[in-house]
Nanobody, 127 residues
Framework: QVQLAESGGGLVQAGGSLRLSCAAS????????SGWFRQAPGKVRESVGA????????FYADPVKGRFTIYRDNAKNMMYLQMNSLKPEDTAVYYC????????????????????WGRGTQVTVSQ
């Protein structure tokens, strides 16, 4: 299974943008569907969105639709989360995740579907 490492988190003002990166190592990332999750203080971890192995299909949770974009570059073993129009309620630790299934239309939406996780990166959005 691949190992995942997130980067790109930080402090940003409301309305700003950040791009998170997820680097996969130890395997072919193209064998994996993948996604992003987040966990705010005192709350359960929730899905942000997911993407098929080839980037052809994406899923976004309602709170981020129209503001966040997930994409990937399998040649570089990378996945990205572009976050625009950030809000204070987007403050959380963001995790990337992957599962070794490459079905054409498979966008895993639930934590239980994933078997690889990064350690997370903190995103803080100030007023």
């Amino acid at each position: 299974q691949v190992q995942l490492a997130e980067s790109g988190g930080g402090l940003v003002q409301a309305g700003g943008s950040l791009r998170l990166s997820c680097a996969a190592s130890g395997g072919a990332f193209s064998d994996y569907a993948s996604g992003w999750f987040r966990q705010a203080p005192g709350k359960v971890r929730e899905s942000v969105g997911a993407i098929t192995w080839n980037g052809g299909v994406t899923f976004y949770a309602d709170p981020v639709k129209g503001r966040f974009t997930i994409y990937r570059d399998n040649a570089k073993n990378m996945m990205y989360l572009q976050m625009n129009s950030l809000k204070p309620e987007d403050t959380a630790v963001y995790y990337c995740a992957a599962v070794d299934f490459s079905g054409t239309y498979y966008v895993p939406q639930y934590q239980s579907e994933y078997n690889c996780w990064g350690r997370g990166t903190q995103v803080t959005v100030s007023q």
